[in-house]
C-alpha cells in the first residue's frame, strides 16, 4: 500500500509557528485571537496528520521536539511563500497599496518613527501602516516568521534570511538631572561620573547592550546599576536625581529636566532597518524604505 502524502493547512502551520516561536500554547493564542483549548486542538490536528509529535510539554514549559525542529523553517519558508502571492498580484495593480507591517523598538519608535509617521501615511493613503513596538530579539523573530515586514532598530543584527541597511549614526550623550554638577560642561568623560548610579534598559533592549559596551571601552564602572523596563522611567529617575544615564540624541525633545552631554569617548548607535531577503519586494515596503531614507538625511 503506498501512504499518502499528509496535506498541511497553512493555518495550522501559522499557529505552529506561533507556538514555537511564543514557546506558550497561551501567550500564541492570544497573538493570534483564539481560543488556547482550540489552538491546543488544531497542534493534534496537525501532528496527528504528520504522525509525530511536534513539541515536547514539559511542566512549566514546552520545547520542540526533532520533528518540530525540522518543520519549522520549512513551515516558515511556505508561509513566507503563500503570503508573497497577494503582494505579487498588487505588484500588477497601479499604485501603492496594501498592508504594511512597521516593528520598532521603544527608542526609536517615539523619537524617530513617530514624529515623520504623518508624512507616509499622507503620501500613501491607500497603504494600511500597522505598528508594533519590541524588542530586537522581539522584532527578528517576527521579522523571520513574516509576522513584521520591516523593522527599525539598531544594526548590525544577527539572525537568518534577514537583509539589513544602515541609514545613519547617531551621537550617545550623557543625561543627567539640570542641577547636576556636570551639567555646564561642554563634555564629559565618563570616568567623571564613575561614583554615580547608572540607569539601563532591561536585558532585550539593544541600547542597554550599547550603554554597557561605552562604559567597557571607557574601563568606568559605576557605583550600582538600576534596570527600567521603559525609556520614559528612566527619564522620570534622572530628573528625580536617581542616577544617571547615556542617551540617544534623538530623546533630546523627552528629555525635559534633564541635561544632555556630549562624551568624550564619541559613542554612537547606528540606526537601521532590517526585513526578510526576498527576491520580491512589495510596493508598500520599497516606498516605505525610501521614506526612512530620506527621514534619515536629517539625521546626517
Do not use: W
Request: net charge neutral.
Amino acid at each position: 500500500m503506498v501512504s499518502k502524502t499528509p496535506i498541511l493547512d497553512l493555518r495550522l502551520l501559522e499557529y505552529f509557528c506561533a507556538v514555537a516561536r511564543t514557546r506558550s500554547f497561551t501567550r500564541a493564542a492570544e497573538e493570534l485571537g483564539v481560543a488556547q483549548p482550540s489552538l491546543s486542538e488544531q497542534i493534534k490536528k496537525l501532528e496527528g496528520s504528520l504522525g509525530a509529535p511536534l513539541f515536547e510539554r514539559l511542566s512549566r514549559r514546552i520545547e520542540l521536539t526533532p520533528v518540530g525542529e525540522a518543520l519549522l523553517p520549512k513551515a516558515r519558508a511556505l508561509l513566507e511563500e503563500a503570503a508573497a502571492l497577494p503582494l505579487m498580484l498588487d505588484a500588477l495593480r497601479e499604485g501603492v497599496r496594501g498592508d504594511l507591517r512597521v516593528g520598532a523598538i521603544p527608542t526609536m519608535l517615539p523619537y524617530f518613527l513617530a514624529p515623520k509617521l504623518r508624512q507616509f501615511v499622507d503620501a500613501h493613503p491607500d497603504v494600511n501602516v500597522h505598528l508594533r513596538e519590541a524588542t530586537t530579539p522581539e522584532l527578528i523573530e517576527q521579522i523571520q516568521d513574516g509576522v513584521l515586514d520591516i523593522a527599525i532598530l539598531s544594526v548590525p543584527v544577527e539572525g537568518q534570511g534577514l537583509v539589513m541597511s544602515e541609514l545613519f549614526r547617531e551621537p550617545l550623550s550623557l543625561a543627567v538631572p539640570d542641577d547636576h554638577p556636570l551639567a555646564s560642561l561642554a563634555s564629559v568623560d565618563l570616568r567623571q561620573i564613575s561614583t554615580e548610579r547608572l540607569l539601563v534598559l532591561k536585558e532585550g533592549h539593544c541600547l542597554r547592550d550599547e550603554t554597557l559596551t561605552v562604559c567597557q571601552r571607557a574601563r568606568v564602572k559605576f557605583a550600582g546599576q538600576f534596570e527600567a523596563d521603559q525609556f520614559a522611567s528612566i527619564f522620570e529617575l534622572i530628573r528625580a536625581g536617581f542616577g544617571v544615564s547615556i542617551v540617544p540624541e534623538m530623546a533630546r525633545l523627552s528629555a525635559l529636566g534633564c541635561r544632555l552631554i556630549p562624551l568624550d569617548q564619541r559613542a554612537s548607535r547606528k540606526v537601521g532597518f532590517i526585513r526578510l531577503e526576498r527576491h520580491y519586494v512589495s510596493k508598500p515596503i520599497a516606498a516605505f524604505i525610501a521614506f526612512l531614507r530620506e527621514v534619515a538625511k536629517s539625521y546626517k
